[in-house]
């Protein structure tokens, strides 16, 4: 990726985890054959991005090694760039990245935002290609404790920005930047929903921004009945919702798992730009 795409839609990045134990879709696509098969149906569908990740990030999640996310990894961003796909690899590990960049990646979406490894910045650099930086405090084992705020939008906006100038600083070139919140990274539902309310923060820092709610804790909490939350599998209608409001405010993409659906979601308020009638209310 030359430079990052910019449609006059929103964008869908689709999941595709080669994970035993990610929280949303854990061992559905273990071996790379099965999550070959199922990048290939996101694409189908409509994905515009494929993400590809092979080691869970959910909170309290252990490191896998360097050798299994590769195994995982690998096979499927080559069998996937091969189909045409552009191809994002979901890794905090700079070997990772450039491994997968020379198989075919096009953009990397560290969730560390470069923060994890410290050769990463100036790997992704040295690909040129693009580099998500998501805001990030702590490990998957620890993050939950690191969910600390005295102001949750200024200090997530203010410790992105920092890592943004890193990677600048590292010689990513800034129209290769994408910034995002990281929802439930270091953040409790209440965390989640304040930052989705103040979008308009984080665009200022001067990226396209990326959303990833898809399935996430904090729907599965508004949706919870009797103390149950909602299972991460039944929360696909809610986050069709969010991918509403989201293309609504010209968010750039939203990272999710069932993409004809929010393909259909973003074709719809294409459709209705500029019909809104306050009147109606
Ligand atoms: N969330 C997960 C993994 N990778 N990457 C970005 N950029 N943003 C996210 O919010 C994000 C991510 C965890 O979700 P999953 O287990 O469903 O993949």
């Known amino acids: ?114 923060l994890s490894d410290p050769q990463m910045l100036s790997a992704a650099a040295e690909l040129g290609v693009g580099f998500v930086v998501e805001h990030w405090r702590a490990p998957s084992a620890t993050m939950q404790s690191q969910a600390n705020y005295a102001d949750v939008v200024a200090d997530v906006r203010r410790e992105l920005a920092a890592q943004v100038a890193n990677a600048l600083n590292a010689g990513i070139a800034a129209d290769l930047l994408i910034v995002d919140p990281g929802l439930g990274f270091s953040k409790n539902s209440d965390h989640n929903w304040a930052l989705l309310s103040h979008l308009d923060s984080f665009a200022e820092i001067g990226c396209p921004l990326l959303i990833g709610a898809s399935r996430k804790r904090f729907l599965g909490e508004l949706l919870a009945e009797n103390g149950n939350l909602r299972p991460p599998k039944e929360r696909d209608d809610a986050t069709v919702a969010m991918t509403t409001l989201l293309a609504e405010r010209g968010i750039w993409a939203v990272r999710t798992h069932s993409v004809r659906a929010q393909r259909d979601a973003i074709a719809v308020v294409g459709r209705m730009a500029g019909s809104h009638c306050a009147a109606f209310r």
């Open 1 to 114: 990726m030359s430079a990052i795409p910019r449609l006059d839609r929103t964008l869908v990045m689709g999941i595709v985890n080669v994970t035993p134990d990610s929280f949303s879709d854990g061992g559905d696509h273990p071996t790379p054959e099965t999550a070959i098969a199922h990048g290939l149906k996101l694409l189908a569908q409509g994905a515009d991005i494929l993400d590809i990740g092979g080691e869970s990030t959910r909170p309290g999640a252990a490191r896998i090694t360097v050798k299994t996310e590769m195994e995982r990894v690998l096979p499927v961003v080559s069998a996937l760039s091969e189909a045409g796909a552009a191809v994002s690899i979901d890794t905090m590990r700079a070997e990772v990245a450039e491994a997968a960049v020379t198989s075919g990646a096009v953009l990397i979406n560290d969730v560390s935002g470069g």
